[in-house]
T-cell receptor, first 111, second 112 residues
Framework: DAGVIQSPRHEVTEMGQEVTLRCKPISGHNSLFWYRQTMMRGLELLIY????????DSGMPEDRFSAKMPNASFSTLKIQPSEPRDSAVYFC?????????FGNGTRLTVT | RKEVEQDPGPFNVPEGATVAFNCTYS??????FFWYRQDCRKEPKLLMS???SGNEDGRFTAQLNRASQYISLLIRDSKLSDSATYLCVVNIRTIAGNMLTFGGGTRLMVKP
C-alpha cells in the first residue's frame, strides 16, 4: 500500500536557483497539503488543494513560491528564485477526511 | 496569539513515569482534534483522534475540554520508545474542505 510519495528526499542548491518539489498523494484522497517545517517556526501550512483546486494559499511566503496540482495524482511546489531562508523540510500530505497522511518530506538546503 | 499553542518542552521523564501534555486552541468553531507523533527527522504520524467523551488507546489517554478550549494527552508507564515530539492538530470543517492547524509540538524525552 503506497503512501504519499515525495521527491527528491534531499535537495541542495545555490541561492537564486529554481527548486521543484514533487508529490504523489495516496490514490483516492481528495485533499493535498504542502507544509514547511523549521526549528524556529514548526510546521507551517503553505497551501492546500481540494479536488485539485487550490483552496487556501495564504501560507505561501511570497511570490517566489508557487504550487500546482494538474491532476489528482500529482502536485508540485516550486521556489524561484530560492534563498537561504527557504532551507527547511517540506512535507506533502494527503487526506480523504481530517486525518493527514504525510510523505517522507524533502529536506531543502539553499546555500 | 497563536491559533494552537503547546508547551515546547522538553519534558524529561524517567521510564515508567506518567506524563501529560496540554494544547490550547483559540477558535471555538474547531470541530475535531488529533494528536500526532513525530520522531526525529521523520514525518508526523497520527497517534490518536480526540473524542468529546475522552478516549484511551493502551497507555495513551486523550481528552477534550471544549469549555476551556484545550485538549490533553496522558501517557502512562512511559517507555524509551515514547521519546518524540507530540503535535496537536485542530480541524475546522468548511465548505471548501478541512482546515487543519498544527501546534508547535511538545518534545518528550524518556530516560532510562
Amino acid at each position: 500500500d503506497a503512501g504519499v510519495i515525495q521527491s527528491p528526499r534531499h535537495e541542495v542548491t545555490e541561492m537564486g536557483q529554481e527548486v521543484t518539489l514533487r508529490c504523489k498523494p495516496i490514490s483516492g484522497h481528495n485533499s493535498l497539503f504542502w507544509y514547511r517545517q523549521t526549528m524556529m517556526r514548526g510546521l507551517e501550512l503553505l497551501i492546500y488543494f481540494n479536488n485539485n483546486v487550490p483552496i487556501d494559499d495564504s501560507g505561501m511566503p511570497e511570490d517566489r513560491f508557487s504550487a500546482k496540482m494538474p491532476n489528482a495524482s500529482f502536485s508540485t511546489l516550486k521556489i524561484q528564485p530560492s534563498e537561504p531562508r527557504d532551507s527547511a523540510v517540506y512535507f506533502c500530505a494527503s487526506s480523504l477526511s481530517a486525518v493527514l497522511h504525510f510523505g517522507n518530506g524533502t529536506r531543502l538546503t539553499v546555500t | 496569539r497563536k491559533e494552537v499553542e503547546q508547551d515546547p518542552g522538553p519534558f524529561n521523564v524517567p521510564e515508567g513515569a506518567t506524563v501529560a501534555f496540554n494544547c490550547t486552541y483559540s477558535n471555538s468553531a474547531s470541530q475535531s482534534f488529533f494528536w500526532y507523533r513525530q520522531d526525529c527527522r521523520k514525518e508526523p504520524k497520527l497517534l490518536m483522534s480526540v473524542y468529546s467523551s475522552g478516549n484511551e488507546d493502551g497507555r495513551f489517554t486523550a481528552q477534550l475540554n471544549r469549555a476551556s478550549q484545550y485538549i490533553s494527552l496522558l501517557i502512562r508507564d512511559s517507555k524509551l520508545s515514547d521519546s518524540a515530539t507530540y503535535l496537536c492538530v485542530v480541524n475546522i470543517r468548511t465548505i471548501a474542505g478541512n482546515m487543519l492547524t498544527f501546534g508547535g509540538g511538545t518534545r518528550l524525552m524518556v530516560k532510562p
